[in-house]
Every structure is written in C-alpha cells, then in structure tokens.
C-alpha cells in the first residue's frame, strides 16, 4: 500500500500518421513505470541532445521547486531566521510588522486559495478559465497585499510555487507532489530546517520501497545504474543510445538499427 499516491502506470498518447488526420489519438498504459519516467517528453528526442538535457533539467528543478520552497520559505522566517543574510531578514520583517496572521497560516491560506483558483479553472469552459486563472489571480493578490492581509514576498512565493508546479511533464505525477508539498510545509513550520529535511527523507524512503510491476520506483537511482542515471538527467545523444536501458531488464540488449547521423549543431 502506498501511503503517498505516485502513478505507477503512465498514460500516454499515441499519434501515427493515418489517425492525426482525424485530429485523434491511442490512449495506451506503459507499465513498468518509474518515477523518471514522468519527466521525459517525446518532444526531448525532437530537438539537439542538449537542449534535451536542458529542458530535462529545468523539469527537475521546477519540480523541486515546487515541492520544498513553500516548506523552506516557512522554516527560514519562523524557526531558522539565522540562515538569512541580516539585510533579507530586515527585509522580511518589515514587510511582515503590520500582518494579522502568523506566517504559517498566511502561506498556508494562500496555498488553498491557490488551489481553489487551480480547481474552478479546471472545471470552467476554456474561453473563461485562463481570465480567472490569470486575471482573478493577479486582482486578488494585489488586493491582498494593499489590503495588509499577506505579505508581498508571501504572494511572490506562492506565485512562483503555482508556476513551478506545471514544470512537471506528467499531470498525474504533479497530483503526488501536491500532496507532498503540504506534508514538507508542516514539517517545516514545526521543525524548521529539520523538519524539512526529515520528511524529505521519509518520502524518499517510501519511493524507494515502491515498486511498479517488478521494477524499483526510483530506478536508475535506487537501485544505482551509472548508464541510466546519465540519461535520465540528461538525453544521451543518439551515437551512444544503441542499448536498451538495463533498468526493464531487456532480452535484447542492443537496440535495432544505427544511431548514427543526429545533428550536432
């Protein structure tokens, strides 16, 4: 039983030539299905190597971002405020003198509104969910910073948390991660840095017990498989993917056909 819901099963779509007339798609279950798997794209292969990388890497980052900034934001200016340069902390601080709620309800509040923004869009038509998405954002977070009931840098955090949280390739497994996010941030608002880091470490540990159809949740990391781990951060160039990854444990190692002639520039 999985106490933090990860997919282990990846959706995916399927175009060839005769149905993309139709403007319609295969809807197909990949399975096994690891964890990185969730942060790679068709659109990786369509490009050099290493804008692939790049675009690989700026997904993990935001995704990290996403998850532990809220949580790291609350530690620093409530538990651990000695972490900060003097000058930041003044910063904070005099932005916060005149707030009516602890900064642990504050971003907390601010979060759920959030996410209630991020469900109303969902299920409004789609000619109206991108005016109240961005528009009704935007009004009322100005409003509520006029207003004194959130600090500036409070709706700047959150801000770039909702941003960073669409970085994700897959929509199933940012799902996880917002579940994930409110288990860090009250960690942290209890703890500080400790606590942050402690159920960081626990959700960790609980991936890495996962399994998806035979296959570690975490591979290549956990276990460590040094040719796989390469091209899960990054995208290997076409000359040096002519085997299968050994993580799925192929009968046949060596991929079909050359890998040479992908453009270098």
């Known amino acids: 039983m999985s106490l933090l819901y990860v997919p282990r099963v990846k959706k995916g779509l399927f175009v060839d030539s005769v149905i993309s007339n139709s403007n319609k798609g295969i809807i197909a279950l990949v399975v096994p299905a690891t964890s990185n798997e969730f942060y790679q794209t068709p659109e990786d292969f369509s490009f050099n190597y290493w804008i692939g990388t790049f675009l ?15 949580g790291l934001y ?17 910063v904070i601080a005099s932005g916060r003198t005149q707030m009516p709620f602890p900064a642990v309800i504050e971003v907390f509040v601010t979060l759920l509104i959030f996410e209630i923004f991020r469900e109303a869009s969902v299920r409004l038509p789609a000619n109206i969910n991108v005016i109240l998405g961005i528009g009704g954002g935007i009004v009322l ?5 006029q207003a004194g009931l959130v600090g500036g840098v ?47 470490l626990i959700i960790l540990a609980h991936m890495a017990g996962l399994k998806s159809f035979g296959i570690s949740y975490l591979a290549p990391w956990a ?28 009968q046949q190692e060596d991929r079909l056909g050359t890998t040479e002639g992908e453009d270098e520039a």
């Open 56 to 70: 690989r890497l700026v997904r993990f980052i935001g995704t990290a971002t996403s998850i532990f900034l809220p």
């Open 74 to 90: 609350i530690a620093v200016i409530t538990v651990n405020p000695e972490l900060l340069p003097p000058f930041l902390v003044q």
């Open 141 to 145: 977070g100005q409003a509520a910073i």
């Open 154 to 200: 409070t709706v700047v955090v959150v801000i770039f948390t909702a941003l960073a949280s669409f970085s994700t390739a897959n929509p199933s497994k940012e799902q996880a991660w917002r579940l994930a996010r409110y288990f860090l941030y009250f960690a942290s608002g209890a703890f500080g840095i400790l606590g942050l880091a402690s159920a960081g």
């Open 223 to 250: 276990p460590p498989l040094t040719i796989d781990a390469v091209d899960a951060f990054g995208r290997l160039p076409w000359w040096a993917s002519y085997r299968r990854p050994p993580t799925y444990r192929p």
